[in-house]
Structures are given as structure tokens and as C-alpha cells.
Nanobody, 116 residues
Framework: VQLQAYGGGSVQAGDSLRLSCAASGRTFSSDAMGWFRQAPGKEREFVAR????????YYADSVKGRFTISRDTAKKMVYLQMNSLQPEDTAVYYC??????????WGKGTQVTVSS
């Protein structure tokens, strides 16, 4: 599975951004896609995940109510709508494909910078 992420940028606190991720290669309905992020000097952390089939979603507590993950199965695309961005959301965001057998695939990161 190959992943290509789009949509990072620099915004002001309170603004919105939408990240997109395109998956190519074999995908299965039991798998999931999502987003992780890594801020300078910190470990990579989970942000959000959506199951390919059925669309169940999961969020980190820090983004609940502000971020929304969605998918377009026909296009093999996943989106992360980020609203009310805060400086602490500044990080490199990575698209992730998670197979039900535990294998993970990663895209190149996209930078999100939020200034106060």
C-alpha cells in the first residue's frame, strides 16, 4: 500500500485545514486508515482512525470535537477536517494504513503549523 498525503500549511489559531490522503495498491474492507502526528521533540501520536468498511471512527481526546475523519472508499481517499486549530496542533501529520493483521504503512508527512 502506498500513501500520499496533501493539504498541510500554515494557519492562524482558530482557522481550519483539511488533509487528504490517497491510498494505492491492495486495500481490504477490514482495514483502517488514519492520521498520526509528531511535534518537534515529541513522539508520534495517534490523531484519528476510520475503518474502511462501516466507517467507525476513533479520535484522540485532544482533537475530539474539532477534527473529523472521513473516507471515500471508491476513491480510496481519507480526509481529516481540522477546525479550531491551536498552536499545540502544530506537527508533521502522517497518513497511516493499518491492516487488521497489524501491519502499518505510512505516507510521507505533511507539515501543519498553527501560529497564535
Amino acid at each position: 500500500v502506498q500513501l500520499q498525503a496533501y493539504g498541510g500549511g500554515s494557519v492562524q489559531a482558530g482557522d481550519s485545514l483539511r488533509l487528504s490522503c490517497a491510498a494505492s495498491g491492495r486495500t481490504f474492507s477490514s482495514d483502517a486508515m488514519g492520521w498520526f502526528r509528531q511535534a518537534p521533540g515529541k513522539e508520534r501520536e495517534f490523531v484519528a482512525r476510520i475503518v474502511w468498511s462501516g466507517g467507525s471512527t476513533y479520535y484522540a481526546d485532544s482533537v475530539k470535537g474539532r477534527f473529523t475523519i472521513s473516507r471515500d472508499t471508491a476513491k480510496k481517499m481519507v480526509y481529516l477536517q481540522m477546525n479550531s486549530l491551536q498552536p499545540e496542533d502544530t506537527a508533521v501529520y502522517y497518513c497511516n494504513y493499518h491492516e487488521v493483521n497489524g501491519m502499518d504503512y505510512w505516507g510521507k508527512g505533511t507539515q501543519v503549523t498553527v501560529s497564535s
